[in-house]
T-cell receptor, first 118, second 113 residues
């Protein structure tokens, strides 16, 4: 049981390049999330998917797109990377789906992807 | 809107010392409160939670009590170990933030042997 896995672990991009961060979970969770973590700012929600087939914007969605490929996988795409997107990105999952998964806050996190945009 | 404020770090203590990490919140309605822990190189893990006023969450020797009158959820441990070195995040959800978890900025804790 691997939990939540993320690839890659590290990535360096030049301004304007694109890339996709991959996330997969094997816990049969309905809901999945993407956060970014910046020094002194805690975690900020980028996008989330309450259930397969749905996605919604979080607090800081600009510059990102997401795809819920199936129940297991939730990818985050940067179409044209900018230095302001240098951060550590975390994927998380939880169950049950919908607002109650936030209410009790029991999210399971991946190990993170450290992205640098030069 | 809802927010979480926690004490700035880093906090450095000797092994077996008493730990307090302060957390206060601003929220409308009745949020649930959490402490998450992040060990070096890993993602966050839920440490403990409390879902209503006066509830005490506890795990691995850590405790926190949901104090509505002071809007606080301070994390405490009676005797810390080197293995407790990590970053600790206070968080809330529910109330007017029913669809989001709001995280504090994190407090880095280092324990000296």
């Amino acid at each position: 049981n691997a939990g939540v896995t993320q690839t890659p672990k590290f990535q360096v991009l030049k301004t304007g390049q694109s890339m996709t961060l991959q996330c997969a979970q094997d816990m049969n969770h309905n809901s999945m999330y993407w956060y970014r973590q910046d020094p002194g700012m805690g975690l900020r929600l980028i996008y989330y998917s309450a259930s397969e087939g749905t996605t919604d914007k979080g607090e800081v969605p600009n510059g990102y797109n997401v795809s819920r490929l199936n129940k297991r996988e939730f990818s985050l795409r940067l179409e044209s990377a900018a230095p302001s997107q240098t951060s550590v990105y975390f994927c998380a999952s939880s169950s049950p789906s919908g607002p109650s998964s936030f209410l009790y806050g029991e999210q399971y996190f991946g190990p993170g992807t450290r992205l640098t945009v030069t | 809107g809802n927010s979480v404020t926690q004490m700035e770090g880093p906090v450095t203590l000797s092994e077996e010392a008493f730990l307090t990490i302060n957390c206060t919140y601003t929220a409308t309605g009745y949020p649930s409160l959490f402490w998450y822990v992040q060990y070096p190189g890993e993602g966050l893990q839920l440490l403990l939670k409390a879902t209503k006023a006066d509830d005490k969450g506890s795990n691995k020797g850590f405790e926190a009590t949901y104090r509505k009158e002071t809007t606080s959820f301070h994390l405490e441990k009676g005797s810390v170990q080197v293995s407790d070195s990590a970053v600790y995040f206070c968080a809330l959800s529910g109330g007017s933030s029913a669809s989001k978890i709001i995280f504090g900025s994190g407090t880095r804790l280092s324990i000296r042997p």
